[in-house]
């Protein structure tokens, strides 16, 4: 199958924001290391869903793929093309081709603006379409994700819309570019329980409708395993786990992954029990060694020592201590 994208080595460092009298105090410059050094690479009309725990770098890492957020170091290639070496202009062509699908449907969408010309402003924008066009294919694209009368809902102002629907416009919106890739950001998650599957659906049959492939990122590993042909596991800033998805389900070999997975054991041939101890660690001063080490039951003096590699064929695992397990 043929590559998509490939991240390599991307980082995102934040600068903290300190104090007057703080700056005066000391002249060092802290970061926060949101995104430390990860890379991979997604096949076209492959779903990678990314999981951990809540700022772990997520979000960072899907803004930066769509150019929302610019790198501190690394590469993006996006079908050959380094595109953090592109120009402004260079990089405005592919941007129809990356989308991004965020959590909140409400702040992504414009309250002044209807529905439909959310739909069509990206059209006018790449200069896809005109005036009667865009319309035609915004109305068209309102009833491809369930909004009909079409009529009715391009009329219509976000605040007019319950959650789901508005949900419903920002999957439209991002789709009716036809990108390659999409990076949906907890699509869901601010989402009523029953309507999830349905907005789950509307997505995985734009994915096949189109070969498209998906950063598909979540904090919910029943999801992730749903929607993914592979799961990468973050922790803190750096990913600790990928591989195919049954895979790492079934044989998790990082603890902090085990640990993840025993928390929702309903889809395990067996129950575990692997604690994480403590709090998640500040990502200003990331434990030295493995960043898991403090947490880590299993954890031994190397551990705190050397950072291990991410390492593996296939099914890759950053860990001095794999596990072994069959769940
Ligand atoms: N613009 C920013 N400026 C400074 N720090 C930031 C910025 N954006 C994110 N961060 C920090 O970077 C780290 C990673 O944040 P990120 O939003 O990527 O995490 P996440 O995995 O998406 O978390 P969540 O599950 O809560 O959405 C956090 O410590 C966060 O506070
Ligand atoms: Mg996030």
Redesign the pocket.
């Known amino acids: 199958m043929a590559e998509v994208i490939e991240v390599k080595n991307l980082k995102?460092y934040?600068?903290?924001?300190k104090s007057v009298i703080e700056v005066l105090l000391s002249k060092k410059i802290e970061y926060?290391r949101?995104?430390d050094d990860v890379s991979f690479k997604m096949e076209k009309g492959e779903v990678l869903s990314l999981v951990?725990?809540?700022?772990?770098?997520?979000?960072?890492?899907?803004?930066i793929l769509v150019g929302l957020?610019e790198p501190t170091d690394g590469k993006i290639v996006f079908k050959g093309k380094d595109v953090t070496k592109l120009s402004k202009e260079e990089f405005r062509k592919i941007r129809k081709h990356l989308q991004m699908i965020f959590?909140d449907p409400y702040a992504s969408l414009n309250p002044k603006m209807k529905i439909g010309e959310h739909l069509e402003d990206p059209l006018l924008i790449h200069n896809i379409a005109e005036n009667r066009e865009a319309k035609e294919l915004a109305l068209q694209m309102l009833e491809r994700v369930g909004l009909v009368p079409a009529e009715q809902f391009y009329n219509r102002l976000p605040y007019q819309l319950s959650g789901g629907q508005r949900q419903r416009v920002a999957i439209a919106r991002a789709m009716i570019l036809k990108p390659e890739f999409v990076v949906a950001?907890?699509p869901v998650s601010m989402i009523d329980v029953s309507l999830r599957a349905s907005i789950l659906d509307l997505l995985m049959s734009f994915k096949a409708e189109y070969s498209l492939s998906m950063l598909f990122?979540t904090?919910d590993l029943s999801v992730a395993r749903l929607v993914g042909d592979r799961i990468a596991v973050?922790y803190l800033?750096k990913i600790v786990e990928i591989g195919e998805t049954r895979k790492v389900i079934h044989h998790p070999k990082h603890p902090y992954t085990a640990a993840l997975l025993s928390a929702v054991p309903s889809f395990l041939k067996r129950e575990i029990n692997i604690e994480i101890i403590g709090d998640v660690a500040n990502?200003r001063e990331p434990p030295s060694g493995c960043r898991y080490h403090p947490r880590c039951p299993f954890a031994k003096e190397i551990c705190s020592k050397e950072e291990p590699k991410l390492e593996g064929k296939g099914h890759l695992v950053a860990c001095h201590f794999p596990l072994d397990l069959d769940l």
């Open positions: 995102k934040f600068p903290v924001q926060i949101a995104v951990g725990e809540s700022g772990c770098g997520k979000t960072t890492t899907g803004r957020e959590q950001d907890e990122i904090h973050m800033g990502p």
